[in-house]
């Protein structure tokens, strides 16, 4: 309702419908970005690029820095520019063979560049290091290639990672969309009640973090 009492205000404090639709839109972006995040940030693809272009030249000067190489890779894969991600990750293969975080970012990039073999072949190594790498969330990686062709495979990722008991809301979240495509309503609900009932036990600084992927669960149970 407050939004309705404050656009009649805003229209008198600057005379004209349109600037104050403007200003109104303004203010729940703001909103949004401070308390929930469902829209995306304006800002971060110009601070992205700044800091890709400072990594690059850190790496002009020392071509060696692993630590620069991944992140840069994990920027590309953000903006999902997963080829030139792949590239930096496979440069730095030979020394981060003992990174379960490594194998999945370069599984996902192999995923999103056509070589969905070698992609799960990473992932799954990277899953052997450790189960729990991303909270779980490369199982639902997995689950979704598989999602529209190998059916059993699909739910065994899903089963193995519900098995972890995942404390991402995100990740209950994706799993609750993978068993919608799977047909399975059921279980798509459940997934996004558990998310809920995650988010509820979550400490206040993790709450933040988490909250609009609660709140599509919210929408999807509505639904």
């Not at 190594?125 to 639902?140: A, E, F, H, M, T």
């Not at 993978?178 to 979550?202: H, P």
Request: with cysteine.
């Amino acid at each position: 309702m407050g939004k309705f009492l404050l656009f009649p205000l805003l229209w008198w404090l600057f005379g004209n419908p349109f600037i104050a639709i403007i200003v109104l839109l303004v203010i729940v972006y703001f909103i949004d970005r401070r308390f929930i995040g469902l829209t995306p940030s304006l800002v971060r693809p110009f601070k992205r690029r700044s800091q890709i272009a400072k990594l690059r030249q850190q790496l002009l000067l020392n071509p060696g820095d692993v630590t620069a190489k991944q992140d840069v890779a994990r920027l590309y894969m953000e903006k999902k520019n997963y080829r030139e991600a792949r590239k930096w990750l496979e440069s730095i293969g030979d020394v981060m063979e003992d990174s379960a975080e490594f194998w999945n970012d370069l599984g996902t990039a192999y995923l999103h560049t056509g070589d969905k073999s070698r992609g799960e072949e990473a992932i799954l190594k990277g899953l052997s290091i450790n189960p729990r790498v991303k909270y779980g969330q490369p199982y639902l990686r997995l689950a979704a290639l598989h999602s529209t062709g190998d059916t059993d495979k699909a739910l065994h990722y899903l089963d193995t990672f519900r098995q972890l008991h995942s404390s991402s809301c995100e990740a209950y979240y994706r799993l609750g969309t993978i068993y919608e495509q799977l047909g399975r309503s059921n279980e798509a609900a459940g997934a996004y009640r558990e998310a809920v009932d995650i988010y509820r036990s979550l400490p206040k600084y993790k709450k933040r973090q988490e909250r609009k992927w609660v709140l599509r669960c919210l929408l999807k149970k509505r639904q």
